[in-house]
């Protein structure tokens, strides 16, 4: 394959080399030899961030809005002809490991994890689109993580119609500074913010952003 990057950075033209593989992928394209990892942040016990009512019961948790946007993404992308695979399609507890084990084992072309954020300003908001530097430039002929996030960036906040946070660079960040791929972390909109929060929890508004992902 190769990933041709345009002139402004907004786009990237995948060009796929086809071919047989040895494994089969979880995909109906086998012949397809991209592939990503999509992966759904938290799950099981790690609930991530919540939401609580008055009365202080939560009402809604992180890992759902997750696990609902990282499924319409692989469905996105299994439509567009890429192989995918996801770390969990479940409410599942897994190691950070796990999910990045599952990515440097499959040695996928790209690494995309799903979560939302939360402020303890409600008026907090926006899209974000986290990447690690420390992997970039190590290899000239890909794409890099920040280009990625970038790409990823312009296309979500406006698919969703949540303002623009930009793209940061976490190095911190395990599955960034773990995996061996071109890897970024979305954060979808702020869970503590009632607009966001009206955006990531609408199915119809997950859907869109997740095409415009997989684009």
Do not use: W
């Not at 084990?101 to 908001?125: G, T």
């Not at 890897?183 to 415009?212: C, H, P, Y």
């Amino acid at each position: 394959y190769k990933l041709n990057l345009s002139s402004d950075k907004k786009s990237a033209e995948i060009i796929i080399n086809y071919g047989t593989s040895s494994e089969t992928p979880p995909s109906e394209n086998e012949d397809n030899n991209f592939s990503v990892v999509i992966d759904a942040g938290h799950g099981g016990t790690d609930v991530g961030t919540l939401m609580k009512d008055e009365n202080g019961v939560p009402y809604l948790y992180e890992k759902d809005i997750n696990l609902e946007m990282a499924q319409y993404c692989v469905e996105e992308l299994r439509k567009r002809g890429i192989t995918v695979y996801a770390t969990r399609e479940t409410d599942k507890t897994l190691q950070l490991s796990d999910r990045t084990n599952l990515a440097n084992s499959k040695n996928v072309d790209l690494f995309i994890s799903v979560h939302v954020n939360y402020f303890s300003n409600p008026e907090a908001s926006g899209t974000l689109t986290l990447y690690s530097k420390t992997k970039d430039g190590q290899n000239p002929d890909k794409i890099s993580s920040k280009e990625v996030a970038g790409i990823i960036q312009n296309k979500l906040y406006a698919a969703l119609g949540t303002s623009n946070a930009g793209i940061r660079s976490e190095d911190e960040l395990y599955v960034l500074r773990n995996s061996t791929m071109p890897a970024v972390l979305i954060e979808m909109g702020f869970i503590s913010n009632d607009f966001d929060r009206s955006i990531i929890t609408d199915s119809a508004k997950l859907k869109q952003g997740a095409a415009a992902v997989a684009d």
